[in-house]
């Protein structure tokens, strides 16, 4: 059947020409200036995030992977050293473990909000373990005031993964609030995305910050004098783009809520699927929505269909860490306990389409979409409402 409307995944060109001219005059200025690596407009746009995320720092470095590991660096952090993490994030979060060279311990999600399980993590926690790195996945934020309490009590340090949650908060804290320092990713598909890569450390810690800016260059601090370093730097044409797109952040996020509960509306009732949870108090960004079905065998079909209708719904994500075969098992990594949640949401999951420039006409034909697929097929239909799993063990 012939889709009678398409629906992309991302907005990438739209949002561009929405805001074109504050983009195009803030690429010419970096242009023009003759200054392009940590030149003015990198300075400019580190002191704008700092201020944004109401941390006394922010260091802008070449890739959200590389945030995290060199802020493991800059904290010490390495051979034979474990970092505890959840299993279902994206890859990155157990790769820039794994490039430190600590050992990186997988656990379980909560089931409702797919975040790590704070009492997961204590069951994993070794005299080795370092560090925690909660992600705020999806776009939500991760129960941080369970796991600073568990990190206080053991001494732990923790970096927050934020690649996924720009100008997210939880119920009484920001990011980069309660962690050590929280990391971001600016590739363009994230809710603050420029044309290319790009990441940034955010911290109130004056050391880790020194740490992480000689380490992105080349060991340097000082011309001509260098330690142990690496290239990683944010490039200050991808400062100014971004400079011009934060502006714009905020008003881009609750649009992406706004999307979410139109979604959540209209789905509300299916009997075929799961809805995200939403946590009180949480502001949620919605950098996916994600639904799941009620059985794993309805998975494939359904996002079939979709796509099938110009629905451009994809999985985030199919195969999970510790289902990855390039991952060095057993030298760069370990499991700690079982991973059923994290095993029901790669084999449930979908992504919807969701970005501010979606129109509620969009919406409501990706909803339509699952709505004819679910009457075609009653019995992926299980007993209870299409309401978020809260029968939940922290959530
Ligand atoms: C995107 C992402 C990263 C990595 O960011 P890059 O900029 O692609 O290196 C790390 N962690 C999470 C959770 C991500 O979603």
């Known amino acids: 059947m012939a889709a009678a409307m398409k629906v992309g995944f991302y907005g990438h060109v739209q949002q561009y020409k929405n805001i074109q001219a504050e983009i195009d005059a803030n690429i010419k200025a970096v242009l023009e200036s003759g200054e392009y690596v940590q030149g003015p407009m990198l300075k400019r746009f580190e002191k704008e995030l700092a201020e944004f995320c109401g941390t006394k720092f922010a260091a802008g470095v070449g890739n959200g992977t590389d945030a995290i590991w060199l802020t493991l660096m800059a904290m010490g952090i390495g051979p034979g050293d474990e970092v505890v993490t959840h299993a279902n994030t994206f890859f990155a979060t157990a790769e820039a473990i794994w490039i430190a060279g600590a050992t990186a311990v997988l656990v379980d999600c909560c089931p409702a909000t797919k975040n790590i399980c704070p009492k997961k993590i204590e069951a994993a926690i070794t005299p080795k373990t370092k560090a925690i790195i909660p992600v705020h996945l999806y776009g939500q934020c991760a ?13 732990l340090k923790i970096i927050e993964d934020n690649a996924q949650a720009f100008d997210a908060h939880g119920d009484g804290f920001a990011i980069g609030e309660l962690g050590a320092a929280a990391t971001t990713s600016f590739i ?29 260059n080349h060991g340097s601090g000082k011309r001509n004098v260098h330690s142990f370093g690496f290239n990683s730097r944010l490039d200050d044409l991808h400062a100014g783009i971004l400079s011009a797109k934060m502006r714009h952040i905020r008003e881009w996020n609750d649009l992406r809520r706004k999307w979410a509960a139109r979604y959540t509306e209209g789905l509300f009732g299916c009997r075929s699927i799961d809805l995200p949870y939403e946590k009180p108090g949480y502001r949620h960004v919605f950098h996916l929505y994600v639904i799941e079905t009620k059985r794993p065998q309805d998975r494939d079909p359904l996002l079939a269909f979709l796509n099938e209708r110009g629905v451009d719904a994809k999985t985030h994500y199919s195969i999970p860490i510790h289902r990855q075969d390039g991952y060095p098992w057993g030298k760069g990594a370990r499991i700690a306990g079982g991973l059923d949640n994290a095993e029901a949401n790669a084999a449930c999951c979908i992504s919807m389409p969701m970005y501010p420039e979606l129109t509620a006409e969009q919406v409501d034909y990706c909803v339509a979409a699952v709505r004819e697929w679910e009457k075609e097929n009653p019995g992926a239909c299980m007993e209870g409402p299409g309401l978020a799993r809260k029968d939940t063990c922290c959530d």
């Open 188 to 216: 363009i598909q994230k809710n603050l995305g420029t044309f290319g890569d790009g990441g940034a450390v955010v911290t109130n810690d004056a050391a880790i910050d020194a740490r992480v800016r000689v380490l992105r």
């Open 143 to 155: 129960d941080m005031k369970a796991i600073k309490k568990i990190a206080d009590a053991r001494g």
